[in-house]
């Protein structure tokens, strides 16, 4: 399977902790982003890479939020002293720039902070 | 801020009936996306427009791009319980970061 994936696919975590999430993107594409979605929502924006380099940062990334893509390839997203509103699903898409528009995802990772 | 609104929110059908989606904005997106999502899993990519007026088919989903690229449609003909799931409209605006702009969904139903 050479799609993008994301580890893990379930986390349930209390309230305070710090949690951390991986993406595999595909392996040509330089391109990755991470989207969260809530209940009843699509998808929203939280910050992209192009290579290693973080590009651009949502406003809904609070400081608590930090992400990565050390050497280009996966990325993590670690969230800081969790909060009930954290929960969703957090997922990440990649792609190659100038081949096309087409943004692939991962099955994502459900977290819920209780 | 660029928003896409889709309608209807939820539909629910028989098997073999038709429907249309659709996905509005005042703004002007340089291509549209069609996702399918399935609960707990992420968006699967199944159509990109991105010419105003541009019609594309795949198999009994019928999708379409406005001419002023502000809007699209998605019509199923012979709606399959397999169709069932949430349709999501994306856009993306041509900037340099190329994020995209999800609309909320149509969650679709077809019972057999």
């Known amino acids: 399977d050479t799609g993008v994936s994301q580890d893990p696919r379930h986390k349930i975590t209390k309230r305070g902790q710090n949690v951390t999430f991986r993406c595999d993107p595909i392996?040509?594409?330089?391109?990755l982003y991470w989207y969260r979605q809530t209940l009843g929502q699509g998808p929203e924006f939280l910050t992209y890479f192009q290579n290693e380099a973080q590009l651009e940062k949502s406003r809904l990334l609070s400081d608590r939020f930090s992400a990565e893509r050390p050497k280009g390839s996966f990325s993590t997203l670690e969230i800081q002293r969790t909060e009930q509103g954290d929960s969703a699903m957090y997922l990440c898409?990649?792609?190659?720039?100038?081949?096309?528009?087409?943004?692939?995802f991962g099955p994502g990772t459900r977290l819920t902070v209780t | 801020t660029q928003l896409l609104e889709q309608s209807p929110q939820f539909l629910s059908i028989q098997e073999g009936e038709n429907l249309t989606v659709y996905c509005n904005s005042s703004s002007v997106f340089s291509s549209l996306q069609w996702y399918r999502q399935e609960p707990g899993e992420g968006p699967v990519l199944l159509v990109t427009?991105?010419?105003?007026?541009e019609v594309k088919k795949l198999k009994r989903l019928t999708f379409q791009f406005g001419d002023a690229r502000k809007d699209s449609s998605l019509h199923i003909t012979a709606a399959q319980p397999g169709d069932t799931g949430l349709y999501l409209c994306?856009?993306?605006?041509?900037?340099?970061?190329?994020?995209?702009?999800f609309g909320k969904g149509t969650k679709l139903s077809v019972k057999p």
């Open positions: 994306a856009g993306d605006n041509g900037g340099s970061q190329g994020n995209l702009i």
């Open positions: 392996s040509e594409h330089n391109r």
């Open positions: 427009v991105v010419t105003g007026g």
């Open positions: 898409a990649s792609i190659t720039t100038g081949t096309g528009v087409e943004q692939y």
